[in-house]
């Protein structure tokens, strides 16, 4: 079993930033892809940014210059760098990792969910 820890949430003023963190524990192997999600109040959990084992990052359209995402595979840890925070980004940010548990088994774990708020 794996756990996935969030952390980095927050309230915080429209043209702000945030950083998000999650740490994955237990077993693993290795981790394939991470990424984050988030879901808005009333809104499908939408894809924000994955990165791949090898570091290839992708991100939603309309966040691209503003949130980076990066990971530490030591620490087995996803970062999620927000920028120029806006009211719209308010949402539940949920962290995803496909953990290859062992060389043959891979499972899908998420994160119980951090909330981030944009006041204008």
């Known amino acids: 079993q794996v756990q996935l820890a969030e952390s980095g949430g927050g309230l915080v003023q429209a043209g702000g930033s945030l950083r998000l963190s999650c740490a994955a524990s237990?077993?693993?192997?290795?981790?394939?892809?991470m990424a984050w999600y988030r879901q808005a109040p009333g809104k499908q959990r939408e894809l924000v940014a994955a990165?791949?084992?090898?570091?290839?990052?992708n991100y939603a359209d309309s966040l691209k210059g503003r949130f980076t995402i990066s990971r530490d595979n030591a620490k087995n840890t996803v970062y999620l760098q927000m920028n120029t925070l806006k009211p719209e980004d308010t949402a539940v940010y949920y962290c995803?990792?496909?953990?290859?548990?062992?060389?043959?088994?891979?499972?899908?774990?998420w994160g119980q969910g951090t909330q981030v708020t944009v006041s204008s």
């Open positions: 237990g077993r693993i192997f290795s981790i394939n892809t």
């Open positions: 995803n990792m496909e953990v290859q548990e062992t060389r043959w088994l891979a499972n899908r774990y």
């Open positions: 990165i791949t084992s090898g570091g290839r990052a």
